[in-house]
């Protein structure tokens, strides 16, 4: 058997599946939907409407609406004020490749919002390549009124790939504009990353929201699934995709309504220390005039010692900062207290006493206690700047009892 025998044996063993537009496979035996005609060709729209009353995990669906701009607003700064549900779409989408790239397109992209009373699911799907810009012009016209993007990881990955596919498909000129974008990973790492080994949506998903997911399939999994549709043209591998888009975007809505519950505008309805703790770290980082000390006490009364510790080492910084020194004082002190950041504690109380009270034996002392444990925990940074201070302080001790001596010996004279 020469080469060329071989050649077309192996080309009469290969199944290809045709991709002329008139023959590509109906998907609707598996995953619903049908096919839809745009004005460059067509492509596969799948439709999933969703009751208020439908509930995912412990949350339902419904709950969105009552969510005002002020919840929103603990989270993202510069927000729209007062907003309508119909104003906010969520969107995923799923790859042919995880690192992003010119190479990586979205074969699947989810879009769920409100409308009617009801949260309507839209999925746009190719079963080719070829079927891209028809889909992304779809995609474009439906987004074209809403004013609230809203993913998970969205900012890094999904919305710059669409933004990338929209302009090699020559579709740059109508590739929506946000109002806002939320994404709601930045959010959870915010509050849950001290917390939870992962803020993955599928750790939120087990430890926030308590839905459990049967049969998902991973994600890393999914490109290579759909290159096997694209070989075969077999429906059913298309199924379990679907599924995952469609829970991710269900858990985004439950996850929007768990950060947006009214609880986390008051400490004391939170009872997790740590993410008190994170709310007040995240005030106090915020350009506008908020104040998380309200928080970072409700994490200091947890009983937790670690926990208590960075609770008080923020609020001290907070005292200091808003120069509130007999507060600092209580917070230094409570560290001491707890056994809490020994070495910095002590610093800074002897800072307070040198430069606010005038008490330098006090501060003196401080430092040589603080200057022991820093020899203790060999931090030879720290040992040197305490040296330093004690040096300066044990002058300014000699000098003022000399002073008072010397004050005392005219008396004496006279």
Not at 1 to 20: G, T
Not at 38 to 62: D, K, Q, Y
Not at 115 to 144: I, S
Not at 235 to 248: A, K, S, V
Request: glycine share 8%; net charge neutral.
């Amino acid at each position: 058997m020469d080469l060329q025998e071989k050649l077309q044996r192996m080309h009469k063993k290969e199944k290809k599946v045709s991709r002329s537009q008139d023959n590509y496979p109906d998907l609707s035996p598996f995953v619903g939907g049908q096919q839809v005609q745009g004005r460059g060709g067509s492509f596969w729209s799948i439709t999933r409407e969703f009751p208020a009353c439908f509930v995912h995990g412990r949350h339902m669906l419904g709950g969105v609406a009552s969510i005002t701009g002020a919840e929103i607003g603990t989270w993202e700064q510069g927000t729209m004020g007062e907003f309508s549900t119909s104003d906010l779409v969520f969107l995923d989408t799923e790859t042919t490749g995880l690192a992003g790239g010119t190479g990586t397109v979205a074969f699947l992209i989810g879009v769920g919002s409100w409308e009617e009373g009801v949260f309507r699911l839209r999925q746009f799907l190719m079963r080719d390549f070829p079927e891209e810009p028809p889909l992304l012009e779809q995609l474009a016209e439906y987004l074209a009124d809403k004013k609230v993007l809203i993913t998970f990881n969205g900012r890094s990955f999904d919305w710059p790939l669409l933004e990338t596919r929209f302009t090699l498909s020559r579709l740059h000129r109508i590739i929506p504009g946000w109002k806002q974008h939320w994404d709601l990973l930045f959010w959870a790492r915010r509050l849950w990353r001290e917390k939870l080994p992962s803020c993955s949506l599928a750790s939120l998903e087990k430890n926030v929201l308590g839905f459990f997911r049967q049969g998902d399939i991973p994600g890393a999994e999914i490109p290579q699934r759909y290159f096997d549709f694209l070989k075969s043209g077999r429906g059913e591998l298309l199924q379990d995709i679907c599924e995952h888009n469609t829970w991710d975007i269900l858990s985004m809505v439950t996850l929007l309504l768990h950060l947006g519950s009214s609880h986390y505008l008051v400490p004391e309805k939170i009872e997790c220390p740590q993410e008190a703790l994170a709310l007040g770290r995240m005030l106090e980082n915020r350009k506008d005039k908020n104040n998380p000390e309200p928080f970072y006490l409700q994490a200091a009364d947890c009983g937790q010692p670690r926990l208590q510790g960075t609770a008080w080492l923020r609020l001290g910084f907070w005292y200091k900062k808003q120069k509130d020194w007999e507060q600092a004082e209580k917070a230094w002190l409570k560290l001491l207290e707890i056994d809490q950041h020994p070495v910095l504690a002590r610093v800074e109380l002897a800072k307070i006493y040198e430069h606010r009270k005038k008490d330098w034996a006090l501060a003196l002392q401080l430092t040589r206690q603080a200057l022991a444990l820093a020899f203790q925990e060999d931090n030879s940074r720290a040992v040197d700047e305490l040296e330093h201070r004690s040096c300066r302080l044990e002058r300014k001790n000699k000098k003022r009892r000399l002073n008072r001596e010397g004050i005392s010996a005219d008396n004496n004279g006279r």
